[in-house]
């Protein structure tokens, strides 16, 4: 139970009522949600982040994110916070994972619910103190928590359940309200937006009017060839009249090189971005190709037209959320597998067999489709309530 003064008393004590569980949350102050790796697992998060802000606008909801991914949540008006941790072996800004554990233990929460599952994220979340330690039961550790949630397909009443939902189970366990169709709104740094916006213009490239490829992925079976990329990238160029931007991340510059190479027009590639610019330059695009990866969430949360060249997961659990696409994939027996390896065929063919007369059709699918459906350069949407 809470006191007087929102402390929270028999601290070692499991909760499994949900109702007790909806309770105690009602009363508690601050909330710590730990979201490590992933940009687009960060993105999906949003909705679960903004369903909280509208069931309890006084929350003083915290996140934990590593450094590459801390764009998804420093400019979102209803996180009060973002605490930055460096990963592993990378020399970047944000505290060492001593520090976070000290910073974390130090702000007392009275929640923490981690969204990640992995040993590091225990770590933190049962060093907080936080009388409510809030994981899924499938995590590794259960004895670190003392709230457990269900499995997604449990509490949904079905076995085909998007990430955003399974993000947003906790919620739908303890009855609180959620939307149909919850939005996953990516706010954008202003500053990172001007610098990106000069750019474009020093690049001669009108907002709006260029079409945005993003062609690396984490796992090679996930990830369209390079050459078909580049047809691509010139067919969109030729049928469109407008100029064509390849972006990838800077580890990932030889894939933009490789596609340079072979591609027959001069299109721009832009590999120094940070999450944030990127961000900036998929908001500003007329539309936008990719692999399933964290860009093209990015741009499914931004509203942009997406094609998705899909290959091993899982499209049921994470094609693009809540804006128009078009998902171009192969139907075979081992779809969907995880990925690292391809054993059914030694090389993955669910992407390598995907042809660009079939994804440029998608292209063109979309682009009829979302004709009227053009950047503006507009103000950001409203705050929160």
């Known amino acids: 139970m809470v006191t007087h003064n929102g402390s929270i008393r028999n601290p070692?004590?499991?909760?499994?009522?949900?109702?007790?569980?909806a309770g105690e949350l009602q009363q508690i102050r601050r909330i710590l949600l730990?979201?490590?790796r992933s940009l687009g697992d960060s993105i999906l998060t949003l909705p679960l982040i903004e369903s909280l802000h509208h069931w309890r606008p006084d929350l003083h909801l915290d996140v934990l994110s590593e450094?590459?991914?801390?764009?998804?949540?420093?400019?979102?008006?209803?996180?009060?916070?973002t605490l930055i941790v460096r990963p592993t072996n990378r020399s970047s800004?944000?505290?060492?994972?001593?520090?976070?554990?000290?910073?974390?233990?130090?702000?007392h929460y009275q929640a923490v619910l981690n969204l990640h599952g992995g040993t590091t994220s225990m770590l933190f979340t049962l060093a907080s103190g936080a009388r409510l330690r809030i994981g899924q039961a499938s995590y590794r550790s259960p004895w670190a928590y003392n709230v457990h949630i269900p499995a997604a397909a449990e509490v949904w009443q079905r076995s085909r359940v998007h990430t955003v939902e399974h993000q947003l189970t906790l919620m739908r366990w303890l009855g609180l309200p959620v939307s149909d169709l919850p939005r996953c709104t990516l706010w954008i740094d202003p500053r990172a937006s001007e610098r990106?916006?000069?750019?474009?213009?020093?690049?001669?490239?009108k907002l709006g009017h260029y079409s945005l490829i993003a062609p690396t992925a984490t796992?090679?079976?996930?990830?369209?060839?390079?050459?078909?990329?580049?047809e691509l990238g010139d067919r969109l160029e030729q049928r469109?009249?407008?100029?064509?931007?390849f972006t990838a991340a800077p580890r990932e510059k030889d894939t933009l090189l490789r596609i340079a190479q072979v591609a027959s027009k001069n299109h721009l590639y832009w590999s120094d971005l940070d999450a944030a610019e990127l961000f900036a330059l998929i908001r500003d695009c007329r539309f936008f190709v990719g692999n399933d990866g964290g860009a093209t969430h990015a741009a499914a949360a931004l509203m942009r037209p997406v094609v998705v060249v899909w290959g091993s997961s899982n499209f049921v659990a994470w094609h693009p959320w809540g804006t128009d696409y078009e998902l171009v994939r192969s139907d075979l027996p081992c779809m969907p597998c995880p990925g690292y390896t391809c054993k059914a065929f030694g090389e993955p063919k669910c992407i390598l067999d995907i042809s660009v007369d079939n994804v440029f059709r998608a292209c063109e699918r979309i682009w009829d489709r979302t004709s009227s459906?053009?950047?503006?350069?507009?103000?950001?949407?409203?705050?929160?309530?």
């Open 93 to 107: 800004s944000g505290w060492s994972r001593v520090q976070a554990l000290t910073e974390i233990r130090r702000r």
């Open 196 to 205: 990106v916006r000069n750019r474009l213009r020093l690049s001669g490239i």
């Open 67 to 81: 450094t590459p991914y801390a764009s998804v949540f420093s400019h979102h008006p209803a996180v009060r916070e």
């Open 12 to 21: 070692q004590s499991a909760i499994h009522n949900p109702a007790d569980l």
């Open 219 to 230: 796992l090679f079976t996930k990830q369209w060839e390079d050459k078909k990329f580049a």
């Open 373 to 385: 459906s053009q950047p503006e350069d507009a103000p950001q949407p409203r705050a929160l309530s």
């Open 240 to 245: 469109s009249g407008q100029p064509v931007i």
């Open 34 to 36: 730990v979201r490590l």
